[in-house]
T-cell receptor, first 112, second 113 residues
C-alpha cells in the first residue's frame, strides 16, 4: 500500500459525458501527478501540481483539467469523453518536486 | 518528445535465474527510476538513481545509471515466482521539471517455478 488513494476504482460512462477522478496523496506529500496508461501509449504523464499550483504539464488534452485543493487532494476532470479516453488513470505523489513518485491503485475508465 | 526504448519486451525464465533489462534514450535524463507493476495495481517504486555511474541495490535488485546519462540497467538475481510483473524504467529531466517522468514501454517478466 503506497498510501495514495484513488476513487473510484472503476468508472463506466458514455461518450460525451464528463467524469471526475479523485486522488489523495500520501501524508506529507505536496506534489500530485496524474498519468494515463493505455495499451498503445503506455504510461503518459499528464500534469503535476505542487501545493495547489500547476508545476508541469505533459500531453494533456484540452478536454482534461485538474486541480489540487488546499487539503492537497486532487481531482482530474475529463469532459466530452471519447472511446479513446478509455484507460487506466493513475495518481502519484511525492514530497517535493522529486522524481520518487508513489502511485495509487488507479481508476479504470471505460467509455462506451 | 522524449522516448525511452526498453528491452527486452518480455522474458520467460526459470526460477533461480538472473535477469537483466535495460532502457536507452536519445536524450539525457538527470534521474532514472525503476518501477514494477502487477495486474490491477499501480506501479511500485523499486529503485531511484540520481548520479551518472551510480549503482544502487535493493535486495536482489541492482540498477545502474549509465555514465552517458542516456541509459539505465536493472538486474534481478536469483529470480523467484513473485518477481512476475511488468518492469518499467522512467527518466526524469531534473530541475523544475523533476517530476515529469517519461516511461519506457515495460518488460513483462514471467518466472516458471
Amino acid at each position: 500500500d503506497s498510501g495514495v488513494t484513488q476513487t473510484p476504482k472503476h468508472l463506466i460512462t458514455a461518450t460525451g459525458q464528463r467524469v471526475t477522478l479523485r486522488c489523495s496523496p500520501r501524508s506529507g506529500d505536496l506534489s500530485v501527478y496524474w498519468y494515463q496508461q493505455s495499451l498503445d501509449q503506455g504510461l503518459q504523464f499528464l500534469i503535476q501540481y505542487y501545493n495547489g499550483e500547476e508545476r508541469a504539464k505533459g500531453n494533456i488534452l484540452e478536454r482534461f483539467s485538474a486541480q489540487q485543493f488546499p487539503d492537497l487532494h486532487s481531482e482530474l476532470n475529463l469532459s466530452s469523453l471519447e472511446l479513446g479516453d478509455s484507460a487506466l488513470y493513475f495518481c502519484a505523489s511525492s514530497v517535493g518536486y522529486g522524481a520518487e513518485q508513489y502511485f495509487g491503485p488507479g481508476t479504470r475508465l471505460t467509455v462506451t | 518528445g522524449q522516448q525511452l526504448n526498453q528491452s527486452p519486451q518480455s522474458m520467460f525464465i526459470q526460477e533461480g535465474e538472473d535477469v537483466s533489462m535495460n532502457c536507452t534514450s536519445s536524450s539525457i535524463f538527470n534521474t532514472w527510476l525503476w518501477y514494477k507493476q502487477e495486474p490491477g495495481e499501480g506501479p511500485v517504486l523499486l529503485i531511484a538513481l540520481y548520479k551518472a555511474g551510480e549503482l544502487t541495490s535493493n535486495g536482489r535488485l541492482t540498477a545502474q545509471f549509465g555514465i552517458t546519462r542516456k541509459d539505465s540497467f536493472l538486474n534481478i538475481s536469483a529470480s523467484i515466482p513473485s518477481d512476475v510483473g511488468i518492469y518499467f524504467c522512467a527518466g526524469g529531466p531534473g530541475g523544475t521539471s523533476y517530476g515529469k517522468l517519461t516511461f519506457g514501454q515495460g518488460t513483462i517478466l514471467t518466472v516458471h517455478p
